[in-house]
């Protein structure tokens, strides 16, 4: 009842193209399409700017007596047993 069958969408589509035209149309979809385009350009750059500024994966270690380092592999529940 809420949805719109593909007679409903092919009705609006012939409206609009006889409203705005199909070279409107068909403008309007090449404008879309280089702004995408301009988006996804964008957006690569700016990932490979972000890569290229991140710090090493590695960060050298600070000896220090009172700090303790160390990577956790597991969690264990103390309460449980």
Do not use: C, Y
Not at 28 to 47: C, H, I, N, P, Q
């Amino acid at each position: 009842m809420g949805g719109l069958s593909i007679w409903h969408w092919l009705i609006v589509l012939v409206i609009v193209a006889l409203i705005f035209g199909t070279k409107k149309l068909r403008g309007f979809g090449e404008d879309l399409g280089s702004a995408v385009k301009g988006f996804k350009k964008g957006m690569r750059e700016a990932e490979q700017e972000d890569a290229a500024n991140a710090p090493a994966a590695n960060p050298q270690r600070v000896e220090n007596k009172d700090t303790i380092d160390v990577q956790a592999t597991e969690k264990t529940d103390s309460a449980a047993r």
